[in-house]
């Protein structure tokens, strides 16, 4: 089997649990579990609980200079731009994401018209995935919303890039309650594997080669008149 290093990768996690720390968040047992092997694999992981962070609420780079007090973004913010792989982690509320997810991506959006040094979006060579846990239907729903969510502000999303978790509808034991079965889920633990892998794969992939190309993909010099080849339909 060909062997891989993945030395000098780092991760971000985020859990969008509705649970202040030091609650148990079972969203956190799947995180772990992704995040332990990527340390086994030489990357470097950090794990940020959303609620825990005193994160605003807006579509803008930093909220302070739109009527928040405090906004701790901007420091989270230059944490993530460092990071070759992003995972997205929260659990179903209502079918959907939490709120904290939702707040999370927004924050992503704020600052998707910052460019890399390519003059790309900032996201450009950054992989993301996600990982849900709930006890009612909707782990694809949720995952849909994320990686859709990613891609859109440039984040590269490889082949199974999600994994979740969901009990029995309606009350019951959550994913690491004694005798959930959860942690034990060969499907779970098949598909939060391969996430990880893949994950890890396709960082290593873009950074070996400094990220996606640079060419028919740069906001600044489709503003300047470079269209790349494209032709406007109403002139052909």
């Known amino acids: 089997m060909e062997e891989t290093n993945f030395n000098g990768l780092s991760a971000m996690f985020f859990n969008a649990t509705l649970k202040k720390s030091p609650a148990v968040s079972h969203t956190d047992g799947l995180i772990q579990a992704s995040m332990g092997l990527m340390e086994k694999n030489g990357v470097h992981t950090e794990l940020i609980r959303v609620i825990d962070h005193d994160i605003a609420t807006g579509i803008q780079p930093d909220m302070t200079e739109h009527g928040w ?9 230059e944490k993530v731009k460092k990071a070759d792989i992003v995972v997205l982690g929260g659990p179903i509320w209502l079918g959907d994401n939490s709120s904290q997810m939702k707040l999370l991506i927004e924050r992503f959006y704020s600052n998707s018209a ?7 979006n900032i996201y450009y060579g950054k992989t993301g995935g996600c990982l849900i846990t709930g006890n009612e239907d909707g782990v694809k729903h949720c995952a849909m919303n994320i990686l859709y969510s990613l891609q859109h502000v ?7 890039a ?25 499907f779970t633990n098949k598909n939060l594997t391969f996430m990880t892998y893949n994950l890890m794969h396709m960082a290593k992939l873009m950074k070996d080669n400094s990220g996606i190309t640079a060419k028919g993909n740069m906001p600044a010099e489709w503003s300047d008149g470079n269209h790349f080849g494209f032709e406007n339909p109403e002139y052909r």
């Open 114 to 120: 910052d460019l890399n040094d390519k003059g790309q």
């Open 154 to 160: 440039g984040f590269t999303i490889p082949p199974q």
């Open 69 to 77: 007090d405090t906004d701790v973004w901007p420091a989270i913010y």
């Open 162 to 186: 999600d994994a979740g978790w969901i009990g029995p509808i309606g009350p019951g034991p959550s994913y690491l309650d004694e005798g959930s079965g959860g942690p034990e889920s060969d």
